[in-house]
């Protein structure tokens, strides 16, 4: 068993040796560990420490977002090799007693709706995080990394560049390289590192609520070693995590390497997939039998029909669902990060034109009242 563990009271900049906040393939390993070895990895939350258990909700608009997020690594894994698929076992996640969930102004999928600071604290003990702000709900433990990934290679992180800046000129949102903040704060990393608030095709910030204990992520290698990160856990989340963020946490992560020779090559897999033989959390959440639901389609509040939006349709359906919460007492702040730690999207249709369906399913579980 090879293990990597931080210092807690310093910051991911102040321990550059054990983790980046940057993805490029040449930052150097911390560890090498051979196929099959235990790897024990202490990880930060996703803030990197900027919001702590005395953290107030007017302390967030100094939030610096250059610092997340905070992965521990690089892994070197050896015989890994591009064109092979690393297959990570994911076999323990020790989950830390405090947790938050916040709403930044400028962040989240209602940004335009929630631009005023909020934050919830939670405790986690017993399987369960409970929050003074959200008196009576209980959220079950189901822990998981949600950025976790291997280093793009040179031409990947290329190619990526180019596409992200070609849509930044059609007007979309990117969050492009920026050295103020970088870890490794050296050049050339520090300008050329890719943001890891994004996923992509080597993994990185894909907030899978399923990637836990037990599960088997794939994912494709670029870079030889496969250079694996991890970081910015999640206790629970809502398929979404709309507001921004999920019930985030410190973590101490366990996990294998297997290099599956080849694979991704043969197979033509450029990205991550996953696989499991039980459950992921608990069959009551898993699917749950009391819930409620709200239903989002292609039209907008101003009675406007689009032809098969699907930002819009999920916009409606958690809205919705944020009324819903809102009718059963709940402000309209508290409904946001309900639904952002608890909630889960779906796709119910694709094929109705011109609606799409997406529902957001609430299991009533969570309330303890």
Sequence with gaps: MKSIELDYSKRCGEEPEKGHNRWHPDIPPVIEVDPGEEVVMQTRHAFDGQ????????????TDLGLV???????????AEPGDLLEVTIQHIEPAHWGFTSILPGFGFLRDVFTEPYLVHWEMNDGFARSPQLPGVAI??????GTIGVAPSRALRQEILLREDELLRRGGMVVG???????PAQEPFASE?????PPREHGGNM????????????????????LFSAGDAHYAQGDSECCGTAVEMDCTLHVSFRPLKGEATRRGIRFPIFERDDYFTSPEMAAPRRFI??????????GVNQSEDGTLAIRNALLNMIQLLMERGWSREQAYCICSVAVDLKVSEVVDIPNFVVSAFLPLDIFED
């Design 51 to 62: 919001i702590t258990p005395t953290t107030v909700a007017d302390d967030l608009l100094g």
């Design 69 to 79: 997020h905070p992965l521990t690594g690089p892994v070197f894994v050896k015989g």
């Design 140 to 145: 079950p433990e189901a822990s998981f990394m």
């Design 177 to 183: 390289p920026t050295p103020e903040g970088a870890v």
């Design 193 to 197: 590192g890719l943001r890891t608030i």
């Design 207 to 226: 907030d899978i609520k399923q990637l836990t204990a037990g599960t088997r992520l794939m994912l494709p290698v670029f870079t030889e070693g496969a």
């Design 293 to 302: 639901a709200a239903t989002g389609m292609c039209i907008s509040s101003e």
